[in-house]
């Protein structure tokens, strides 16, 4: 079981890193445009969650082209970009400090970091528990994690608008600006969004407590914030 579980992570991760390889240059102007210029406060929502003071040093995982990155730098912290996909990074500001890396396997000491933040990449993994049991070493005791990713409206009349708007225009937007197929599978891919009861489990059985969650623009975005305890380094078992 554990020996499919990481070659179907394997597999997903090949996979998303070639996806986001060949929309690298479209991609900061695709995300302006599918959510209608809601992704900026999105993204300052998400570095505000942080609760954390001037100077910390912050991880963006899955950094991409680095827009969180600068959201943090803007309040005054310390980011370090990581990212799978080696042409988002070039699309990064070369003044942010950036690494190509797997977030399943950092290349971080552990305990070297004061916060954690993930923007839109909780999809691509098959198990959360690996992710956040990563996280955990990273992190210093207390330190803060903020998961920012995107949901569906639980009214049903939103819903089927957004059904119907992400599974139509956003295609379509792909097409004439960037990559049809892309942008086709991205927004079939919020079936691979964990399940919230799940999460929360797994984020409190490697350790995070105070967890939090913020929906976003009628419910079309979520921000998820806790805490490392104390003297945990989370567990994946």
């Known amino acids: 079981m554990l020996k499919t579980a990481d070659k179907a992570q394997r597999d997903r991760t090949a996979s998303v890193r070639d996806m986001f390889d ?25 570095v505000a969650s942080l609760q954390l003071s001037q ?12 827009a969180l990155s600068e959201e943090l730098n803007k309040a005054g912290m310390q980011p370090v ?3 799978i996909a080696e042409q988002m990074l070039k699309q990064a500001d070369e003044a942010l400090p950036v690494s ?3 977030c399943l396997r950092l290349p971080v000491r552990d305990a070297s970091a004061q916060g954690v933040i993930c ?14 049991a990563e996280i955990a070493r990273v992190l210093v005791p207390n330190g803060r994690l903020v998961l920012l990713e995107l949901d569906e409206p639980r009214p049903w009349l939103l819903r089927q608008c957004h059904c119907l708007y992400s599974r139509t225009l956003i295609p379509l ?9 892309a942008y086709k599978y991205l927004p079939y891919s919020l079936a691979f969004l964990p399940d919230p009861k799940q ?26 914030a806790s805490s490392l305890e104390s003297g945990s380094r989370g567990s994946a078992n």
């Open 81 to 83: 970009g990581i990212d």
């Open 100 to 102: 190509i890396g797997d």
């Open 22 to 46: 060949r929309i690298a240059v479209r991609y900061d102007l695709m995300n302006r445009v599918v959510s209608l210029g809601m992704d900026a406060s999105w993204r300052r929502a998400a």
């Open 119 to 132: 923007g839109f990449a909780l999809r691509h993994f098959v198990s959360m528990r690996p992710l956040l």
């Open 55 to 66: 100077g910390s040093t912050v991880l963006d995982l899955a950094c991409g082209t680095g």
């Open 199 to 224: 999460l929360e489990v797994d984020l409190r059985e490697t350790g995070f407590i105070d967890i939090t969650y913020q929906s976003l623009s009628l419910g079309i975005a979520q921000i998820v």
């Open 173 to 181: 937007a792909g097409k004439v600006l960037s990559e049809k197929q």
